[in-house]
């Protein structure tokens, strides 16, 4: 038990050591004293064609509550009873999903990645199903 607490405390320390490290600016960070402050890096990265990609914050919905969350939750368990098994890792992983359902990205392997288990695995037909019932329920504009 003594191991365990004090390689907590190394780790933490040095955690802390490492993140004060990364400070900028100052008299020993090699960044003269009278240069300005390095720009501010926005939440978002224009693209080729001059939009701005989303911050993935902004593709997040907001959680849902009342009737939303009991619709979310009633949507999952008529595709499979398990997928709202633990109701607030099922919305969190709702959640994700619809960020990567606007985000563009593998939707159909991110459900499955995020809805299965190493017990039970995701059908390709259960995380379409997935992704439709989020586009109803959750992830609308």
Avoid: W, Y
């Avoid at 008529?78 to 985000?103: E, H, L, M, Y």
């Amino acid at each position: 038990m003594r191991i365990h607490l004090t390689a907590a405390v190394l780790t933490g320390a040095a955690l802390l050591l490492a993140l004060t490290a990364c400070t900028s600016g100052g008299a020993d960070s090699g960044t003269p004293a009278d240069s300005p402050a390095p720009a501010a890096t926005p939440t978002s990265s224009p693209t080729a064609a001059g939009s701005a990609v989303p911050d993935i914050a902004d593709l997040l919905p907001d959680e849902p509550t009342g009737a939303k969350r009991t619709a979310l939750l009633a949507a999952l368990k008529a595709i499979d009873p398990a997928f709202a098994k633990d109701a607030d890792k099922a919305i969190a992983n709702a959640r994700n999903q619809c960020s990567t359902i606007s985000g563009g990205g593998d939707a159909v392997k991110a459900a499955q990645s995020r809805f299965g288990t190493a017990d039970r695995q995701v059908t390709e037909a259960q995380a379409e199903a997935v992704n439709e019932a989020l586009r109803k329920t959750l992830c609308t504009s």
